[in-house]
């Protein structure tokens, strides 16, 4: 749960990065309309344990008698049910919620400040074309569509004015992005070029398969390209794949994360993995958690599948709930292991920390807390890895020769 811009509490949103971002820019247009009263529940619906989570944001900003008004995935997927909570004024669809309109502010509206003033998230890419038999989230989103190049590359420059020093591409398809012969790719290397002044370039998860080759020069070649790739995996057996109506297999996951790391041998991946998807053997577990060491993951989401109404998963044979959270913790055990080992490659080396408090994060998005009073949000500099705490939290001091 995450309040964004004005009143900390003011707007909640759960989920992924984009919701945080248009959390973020509602809060925005609420303030710029001069409403300080409403409470805006941002819903996600990836999972129900993501829509419990919002129906308590709703409970709690309803006991302190503030009228609320809920938007997100979860409320454009099933409005009537969101609308029937006790409380709730209105909803918002998603096709809405970035409607100044909506909210009482004046169109056109500038866009939100970078989230912390030092990262910022764009919005590259909207929606989804594809049909994962698990996934409701094109039914809340809808079809894919790809923010204009030059609309992402002056988002991304207004985010270096108001102080961000990385900025974040974001998308529920993000691989997905097009404008007429160009791909992400394309996209990334026209973004580092058009904005000199932009530090750090991040993305968000991406699909490995539909990387094009241009993303892969970019990454070998860019070096304000972060190091760092989050994949959408989900799983690391064929048939359980083939059940989810991916459209990769193990091999092109290890194949992928292979002809990367050729590229960029420093890279660090993470991954979006479900435990405990229908029909799911042990033995099929097994490949998903054997996948974490073979390819080398390091940051992992893992979900416990949770049966989402209307998709096809959810009439498939279902593994039981007590099979499903084991199998999820198991997952996110290897997950700590990973990132601890990570972290233990990191001592003594010098790293480049971006700081949002004392805390931050290094060019492969591992968190670490420096030593020494505390920077201003937003200072990017070089930093010596000095310790590692249980979680891989990396400990840090200042390197010599200070700010990068």
């Given at each position: 749960?995450?309040?964004?811009?004005?009143?900390?509490?003011?707007?909640?949103?759960?989920?992924?990065?984009?919701?945080?971002?248009?959390?973020?820019?509602?809060?925005?247009?609420?303030?710029?309309?001069?409403?300080?009263?409403?409470?805006?529940?941002?819903?996600?619906?990836?999972?129900?344990?993501?829509?419990?989570?919002?129906?308590?944001?709703?409970?709690?900003?309803?006991?302190?008698?503030?009228?609320?008004?809920?938007?997100?995935?979860?409320?454009?997927?099933?409005?009537?049910?969101?609308?029937?909570?006790?409380?709730?004024?209105?909803?918002?669809?998603?096709?809405?919620?970035?409607?100044?309109?909506?909210?009482?502010?004046?169109?056109?509206?500038?866009?939100?400040?970078?989230?912390?003033?030092?990262?910022?998230?764009?919005?590259?890419?909207?929606?989804?074309?594809?049909?994962?038999?698990?996934?409701?989230?094109?039914?809340?989103?809808?079809?894919?569509?790809?923010?204009?190049?030059?609309?992402?590359?002056?988002?991304?420059?207004?985010?270096?004015?108001?102080?961000?020093?990385?900025?974040?591409?974001?998308?529920?398809?993000?691989?997905?992005?097009?404008?007429?012969?160009?791909?992400?790719?394309?996209?990334?290397?026209?973004?580092?070029?058009?904005?000199?002044d932009l530090p750090r370039l991040r993305l968000s998860s991406i699909d490995v398969a539909e990387v094009d080759p241009a993303l892969l020069a970019a990454l070998a070649e860019e070096p304000r390209?972060?190091?760092?790739?989050?994949?959408?995996?989900?799983?690391?057996?064929?048939?359980?794949?083939?059940?989810?109506?991916?459209?990769?297999?193990?091999?092109?996951?290890?194949?992928?994360?292979?002809?990367?790391?050729?590229?960029?041998?420093?890279?660090?991946?993470?991954?979006?993995?479900?435990?405990?998807?229908?029909?799911?053997?042990?033995?099929?577990?097994?490949?998903?958690?054997?996948?974490?060491?073979?390819?080398?993951?390091?940051?992992?989401?893992?979900?416990?599948?949770?049966?989402?109404?209307?998709?096809?998963?959810?009439?498939?044979?279902?593994?039981?709930?007590?099979?499903?959270?084991?199998?999820?913790?198991?997952?996110?055990?290897?997950?700590?292991?990973?990132?601890?080992?990570?972290?233990?490659?990191?001592?003594?080396?010098?790293?480049?920390?971006?700081?949002?408090?004392?805390?931050?994060?290094?060019?492969?998005?591992?968190?670490?807390?420096?030593?020494?009073?505390?920077?201003?949000?937003?200072?990017?500099?070089?930093?010596?890895?000095?310790?590692?705490?249980?979680?891989?939290?990396?400990?840090?001091?200042?390197?010599a020769g200070g700010a990068c």
């Amino acid at each position: 749960m995450t309040g964004q811009d004005g009143d900390p509490g003011q707007v909640r949103s759960f989920g992924c990065r984009l919701n945080l971002a248009e959390g973020a820019r509602i809060g925005a247009m609420l303030q710029a309309a001069g409403d300080r009263n409403t409470r805006v529940v941002n819903s996600c619906a990836v999972t129900a344990e993501a829509e419990a989570d919002g129906r308590r944001a709703v409970r709690a900003a309803v006991a302190i008698g503030a009228p609320v008004v809920v938007t997100g995935c979860g409320a454009s997927i099933a409005p009537a049910a969101w609308a029937a909570l006790p409380g709730v004024a209105r909803i918002v669809p998603n096709a809405a919620k970035l409607d100044p309109a909506s909210w009482g502010a004046r169109a056109p509206f500038a866009a939100a400040p970078p989230l912390h003033r030092t990262r910022a998230v764009i919005e590259a890419q909207g929606g989804c074309d594809h049909a994962c038999t698990f996934c409701v989230i094109p039914i809340g989103r809808g079809a894919s569509r790809s923010t204009r190049l030059a609309e992402v590359i002056a988002g991304a420059r207004a985010a270096v004015e108001a102080g961000a020093r990385e900025v974040v591409l974001s998308g529920v398809d993000l691989t997905a992005w097009r404008e007429d012969e160009l791909a992400l790719g394309d996209l990334v290397r026209t973004v580092l070029r058009r904005v000199p002044d932009l530090p750090r370039l991040r993305l968000s998860s991406i699909d490995v398969a539909e990387v094009d080759p241009a993303l892969l020069a970019a990454l070998a070649e860019e070096p304000r390209l972060m190091p760092h790739l989050h994949l959408s995996l989900q799983a690391g057996d064929d048939l359980i794949l083939k059940r989810m109506k991916r459209r990769h297999l193990r091999a092109d996951a290890l194949g992928f994360v292979a002809a990367a790391r050729r590229r960029r041998p420093d890279l660090v991946f993470g991954a979006d993995l479900i435990a405990g998807f229908p029909t799911e053997t042990e033995a099929a577990f097994a490949g998903t958690l054997s996948l974490v060491e073979e390819a080398g993951l390091t940051w992992l989401h893992v979900f416990a599948y949770s049966p989402r109404p209307g998709t096809p998963a959810a009439r498939m044979p279902q593994v039981p709930d007590a099979a499903r959270r084991e199998r999820a913790a198991r997952l996110r055990a290897a997950g700590a292991m990973a990132a601890r080992r990570f972290a233990a490659t990191q001592l003594g080396r010098t790293v480049q920390f971006l700081s949002e408090t004392r805390a931050g994060h290094t060019e492969h998005f591992a968190r670490l807390e420096l030593a020494g009073p505390a920077p201003a949000a937003g200072t990017l500099m070089a930093v010596r890895v000095t310790g590692v705490r249980d979680n891989a939290t990396l400990l840090g001091e200042a390197a010599a020769g200070g700010a990068c």
